[in-house]
T-cell receptor, first 114, second 115 residues
Framework: AQSVTQLDSHVSVSEGTPVLLRCNYSSSYSPSLFWYVQHPNKGLQLLLKYTSAATLVKGINGFEAEFKKSETSFHLTKPSAHMSDAAEYFCVVTTNTGFQKLVFGTGTRLLVSP | DAGVIQSPRHEVTEMGQEVTLRCKPISGHNSLFWYRQTMMRGLELLIYFNNNVPIDDSGMPEDRFSAKMPNASFSTLKIQPSEPRDSAVYFC?????????????FGPGTRLTVT
């Protein structure tokens, strides 16, 4: 079985400072990992994904994440926050085999202050 | 491409009424997923289809929920009868296939309120 734990329900940063959203995963098989973003009253948009290739994954809008098997982590980072980054972020896991059944974390709400 | 289209965007209904949510996937996508998002339970996969065939409906909460995909460009999620605890945002997503390498594209969601 797969699961993800998002360690923070809320993260507050100032515009221009780094962003770190933490995610730990559990998977019986080789996992695929994703980060999705949801802006208020909008659907979910894929930020980036890891599917057993390079462990450092670059996504849209300057975000990146590093897959660390030894730590079972897949933290999302961005060097400099922008006001438009304020949203809910979901860490997601699935397996590399069989059907793609996404398992979502509980979400982290990112607040960006001027 | 217009993306995944869902209708209606908002639905308010009374307990006991039938509710039908609609989804048009991205053209050419073979897989379609229905999710429900609530504050209490987060995002849950309800059911998914591949080539119009339901593959796994183990996430459907009760027999009051049913989903169909009569063709590659249309799917419905029906709740009959509806109950207040069904109030949630329902998302439809589609992808080129079921492998993890394929991105799921989400629609804007339907916000359902059952009074």
């Amino acid at each position: 079985a797969q699961s993800v734990t998002q360690l923070d329900s809320h993260v507050s940063v100032s515009e221009g400072t780094p962003v770190l959203l933490r995610c730990n995963y559990s998977s019986s098989y080789s996992p695929s990992l994703f980060w999705y973003v949801q802006h208020p009253n909008k659907g979910l948009q894929l930020l980036l994904k890891y599917t057993s290739a390079a462990t450092l994954v670059k996504g849209i809008n300057g975000f990146e994440a590093e897959f660390k098997k030894s730590e079972t982590s897949f933290h999302l980072t961005k060097p400099s926050a922008h006001m438009s980054d304020a949203a809910e972020y979901f860490c997601v896991v699935t397996t590399n085999t069989g059907f793609q059944k996404l398992v979502f974390g509980t979400g982290t709400r990112l607040l960006v202050s001027p | 491409d217009a993306g995944v289209i869902q209708s209606p965007r908002h639905e308010v209904t009374e307990m006991g009424q039938e509710v039908t949510l609609r989804c048009k996937p991205i053209s050419g996508h073979n897989s379609l997923f229905w999710y429900r998002q609530t504050m209490m339970r987060g995002l849950e996969l309800l059911i998914y289809f591949n080539n119009n065939v339901p593959i796994d409906d183990s996430g459907m909460p009760e027999d009051r929920f049913s989903a169909k995909m009569p063709n590659a460009s249309f799917s419905t999620l029906k709740i009959q009868p509806s109950e207040p605890r069904d109030s949630a945002v329902y998302f439809c997503a589609s992808s080129l296939g079921l492998a993890a390498t394929y991105e799921q594209y989400f629609g804007p969601g339907t916000r359902l309120t059952v009074t």
